[in-house]
């Protein structure tokens, strides 16, 4: 069965700092992997996604992902954060783009001034 | 925008009783999924459609049923509702025009007491 953890349930840096989410999963061929946002009282967006080629996929608002499979790793990162950042990150694997996604349970980033 | 809205919002409701909420999209798009989000587990599928009339079980199905009688609509049933489906409920569609990425819509709240 595949699974999804995130190691971190709350992440706090300051602003202006990098970041770095960690991601890893369990999945027994090639996963498609995503990473999503949520703010609060409201729904997930998309920040990035993986399906092959590249191992290092860029997304929205700055952030990218690097696709590790000797580590079953996709760890989300960002060179330098902003107080607009804060909010819950959840990665997700599936077999395809699509059916049976699996999440994480996510982790929450505050951003200190 | 994915064209994804969900109704109602937000909803208290009775032990016992029944509810139905409603997602809604406005792009055709075949395959429609219902999630929960609880605290610590991230997202979990609860059902998921890939065309009318068609639905399949997700990991938490228990309690649950839906219906899809038309393309743009995809209803979640809680036949008689428990304080253990006190949740956010996520409405998603999969989008065959983005690499079969799967969009998420505002989420409905459910507090059962």
């Known amino acids: 069965a595949q699974s999804v953890t995130q190691p971190d349930i709350h992440i706090t840096v300051s602003e202006g700092a990098s970041l770095e989410l960690r991601c890893n999963y369990s999945y027994g061929a090639t996963p498609y992997l995503f990473w999503y946002v949520q703010s609060p009282g409201q729904g997930l967006q998309l920040l990035l996604k993986y399906f092959s080629g590249d191992t290092l996929v860029q997304g929205i608002k700055g952030f990218e992902a690097e696709f590790k499979r000797s580590q079953s790793s996709f760890n989300l990162r960002k060179p330098s954060v902003h107080w607009s950042d804060a909010a819950e990150y959840f990665c997700?694997?599936?077999?395809?783009?699509?059916?049976?996604?699996?999440f994480g349970g996510g982790t929450r980033l505050m951003v200190k001034p | 925008d994915a064209g994804i809205t969900q109704s109602p919002r937000h909803k208290v409701t009775e032990t016992g009783t029944p509810v139905t909420l409603r997602c809604h999209q406005t792009e055709n798009h075949r395959y429609m999924y219902w999630y929960r989000q609880d605290p610590g587990h991230g997202l979990r599928l609860i059902h998921y459609?890939?065309?009318?009339?068609?639905?399949d079980k997700g990991e938490v199905s228990d309690g649950y049923s839906v219906s899809r009688s038309k393309t743009e609509d995809f209803l979640l049933t809680l036949e008689s509702a428990t304080s253990s489906q006190t949740s956010v409920y996520f409405c998603?569609?999969?989008?065959?025009?983005?690499?079969?990425?799967?969009?998420f819509g505002e989420g409905s709240w459910l507090t059962v007491v």
């Open positions: 459609s890939y065309g009318v009339k068609d639905t």
């Open positions: 998603a569609i999969r989008d065959p025009n983005s690499g079969n990425t799967i969009y």
């Open positions: 997700a694997v599936g077999p395809n783009a699509g059916n049976m996604l699996t």
